[in-house]
């Protein structure tokens, strides 16, 4: 139910967040098997331009799917952080979670933050269990050696040996582990238009 639930999300937004990274990577995908609105007369439903607040809500859903964040998180977020989306970036950049999937460790955000809530994920030599903890620079991420052999983690040794994670990440596939060597660009951050949610945030 709660695939279902998400892959509708995709669908309604219109765009795939890889959500669930081994359906999304096949034909199995919802949105190549029916790229429409979900409900009875999804097809019949043109997608508009909308109104401003409506293309700065989409964009709010967006990254608050794709992070796995609440509406009171995200605007916590931006008040934190002066609505400048540059470091709202590299705050959600730098968290454990997102920090694991960039990382090449799991094939999704949804499957990192689960890693990581089980204690597969060590930082700095200690399990570290909570989703939203900030990677700092200097700080040494890796899988549990003893998680290595679970279902969670299959073919990932082949997986990291054929993967390069961004520029501020530097990564050592025979390990599985990788270390912040720098700072998240926002020009990366190209998958959603952070100007958008940060007029939602700030009206």
């Known amino acids: 139910m709660r695939r279902q639930v998400k892959e509708k999300a995709e669908r309604a937004l219109g765009q795939k967040l890889f959500l669930k990274a081994e359906r999304c990577n096949s034909p199995k995908c919802v949105t190549v098997r029916r790229p429409y609105r979900p409900g009875q007369h999804g097809k019949d439903r043109q997608r508009r331009g909308g109104s401003d607040y409506g ?66 994920i060590l930082v700095n030599g200690r399990p570290v269990t909570v989703s939203s903890y900030a990677v700092r620079k200097g700080d040494v991420i890796r899988v549990r050696p003893e998680s290595l052999g679970k279902t969670l983690f299959a073919g990932l040794m082949e997986r990291l040996s054929r993967y390069t994670p961004p520029a501020w990440l530097a990564m050592t596939p025979e390990k599985a582990e990788g270390i912040r060597v720098g700072n998240p660009l926002p020009e990366a951050f190209g998958a959603f238009d952070m100007g958008l949610v940060g007029q939602f945030y700030t009206r």
């Open 55 to 120: 293309r700065q809500l989409k964009e709010k859903q967006k990254l608050q799917l794709s992070y796995g964040l609440n509406n009171r998180q995200l605007r916590i977020m931006f008040r934190e952080k002066g609505g400048d989306p540059a470091h709202v970036v590299t705050t959600l950049e730098g968290r454990l979670d997102r920090v694991t999937y960039l990382l090449g460790f799991t094939l999704s955000m949804r499957i990192a933050r689960q890693a990581v809530s089980h204690g597969h």
